[in-house]
């Protein structure tokens, strides 16, 4: 089966280093449920965690549930970073089929109760999670949220044209799901623009663009995060982390360039990319290979960066995606360089410190070298500006646009926010 999850090592940081800080919230509270798919570390899971803080900082309550990876007999209930998270126990078969796609799954999660709410906020077309969402949408009156934040059924993953029972299987419910869930949601929320108006497209009644944030960054001290790491003191790192992304390109970069700039290498955390660096041989010195880090290591790998990397082909996929370490490695201060292609293509130009190609890997070669070589001499002024990106990506802020987006679309169908818990005037609380 083809299909390749984002890797456990977090794009984004987890917790806020003020999440507990009371500030301003809305006169009155909503109580919201957010349905996810499964308990995977991976890019979707920072998207509603962190929302879901953000929310909760802002007066809302948010109860997340999901699907336990390893509980096979018992619904169990967690507490992270202050949410409350209610996950059903799994089944047995996960190996061979695609977890959130397990028939049993679909069971387990039916018959495990969920509160009453007055926005039920479904993430990602996953069956184990969106036929919950569709059988409450016909018992309950709410309002009902569906977030899209990739396009699966891409030859990227391999669901266009699957090969095998178990992508057969997947491709089947997740292909149905992204037709059906815009046109049966009250709001969608997309990661992108190209996102939003393919949503219009499959009957969505409302759509709200909600990029993914970030938190503020206390950057650590270059040398001892490279110390940490075992990585070089002197060297000019690039770097590329996640699952996604042309990694070939990053590898060529060096290839070309090596000898022109000698202390340039490239560190790589994510997926095991043993097999492509098998190919480049030559240049594996000048490659290392992190792994999958651990949350905390992660923490400290934007910090020995001095070029961020984010490659990406002309595909179905990109076109639609934001990706995640754009806006991290901008909050960490790092500068990026970056294809131009999809919801990146309207941001550019407004980004301090983004370096932008076109998604082809002659141009990403080109802009490489241009790019290392200002960064290098110090003649680049286009710095990033983190205190200018929390303006814009600031979790808190994508919340109150959010909350909005929630009280919008109650008073569109009709619903006022007190069918399910009292309404509260919150003025008083600490600012």
């Not at 594996?284 to 999958?292: I, K, S, Y």
């Not at 983190?386 to 990506?393: A, G, I, S, T, V």
């Amino acid at each position: 089966m083809k299909i390749a999850f984002r890797s456990a090592t977090p794009t984004l940081q987890e917790r806020p280093p003020d999440f507990r800080k009371p500030i301003p919230v809305p006169r009155t509270q909503l109580d919201i449920v957010f349905l996810v798919p499964e308990d995977r570390r991976t890019g979707t899971f920072f998207r509603y965690h962190n929302l879901a803080i953000a929310l909760q900082k802002i007066g809302h309550r948010v109860t997340i549930y999901s699907q336990s990876s390893n509980n096979r007999l018992h619904h169990t209930r967690e507490t992270r970073d202050g949410v409350p998270y209610i996950f059903s126990a799994t089944f047995p078969g996960n190996r061979w089929i695609l977890p959130p796609t397990n028939p049993g799954t679909f069971l387990r999660r039916l018959l495990l109760p969920v509160k009453e709410a007055d926005v039920y906020h479904l993430f990602q077309p996953f069956p184990s999670s969106a036929i919950l969402w569709r059988s409450l949408r016909k018992r309950r009156k709410a309002l009902f949220v569906y977030d899209w934040d990739d396009f699966w059924i891409n030859d990227e993953f391999g669901l266009k044209t699957p090969r095998g029972l178990a992508s057969r299987w997947a491709a089947f419910w997740i292909g149905q799901m992204e037709k059906q869930l815009p046109g049966l949601a009250d709001l969608t929320t997309t990661v992108s623009h190209p996102l939003a108006e393919l949503a219009k497209k499959r009957n969505s009644a409302r759509n709200v663009v909600l990029h993914n944030g970030i938190w503020p960054v206390v950057r650590k001290e270059k040398l001892a995060a490279r110390k940490r790491l075992h990585l070089q003191p002197d060297a000019f790192y690039v770097g590329l982390s996640g699952w996604s992304g042309e990694v070939e390109w990053c590898l060529e970069a060096i290839r070309k360039f090596k000898s022109e700039f000698p202390s340039l290498r490239l560190a790589i955390t994510g997926l095991d990319r043993s097999k492509k660096l098998a190919a480049y041989r030559d240049i594996r010195d000048q490659v290392d290979d992190l792994g999958a880090l651990s949350d905390e290591d992660f923490s400290y790998f934007n910090s020995c960066l001095d070029l961020g990397l984010v490659p990406m082909r002309e595909s179905e996929f990109n076109h639609y995606r934001l990706p995640y370490k754009l806006t991290d490695h901008l909050a960490n201060g790092v500068p990026v360089l970056c294809s131009r292609i999809g919801e990146v293509d309207r941001l550019a130009d407004d980004l301090d410190g983004l370096f932008t190609c076109a998604p082809t890997l002659e141009s990403w070669l080109s802009r490489f070298g241009e790019t290392v070589r200002q960064l290098l001499s110090g003649e680049e002024e286009n710095r990033p500006s983190p205190q200018n990106l929390l303006k814009r990506f600031s979790w808190t802020t994508i919340a109150h646009k959010m909350s909005s987006a929630y009280f919008e679309g109650l008073d569109a169908i009709g619903l006022q926010p007190t069918s399910h818990t009292k309404s509260q005037n919150l003025s008083s609380q600490p600012k």
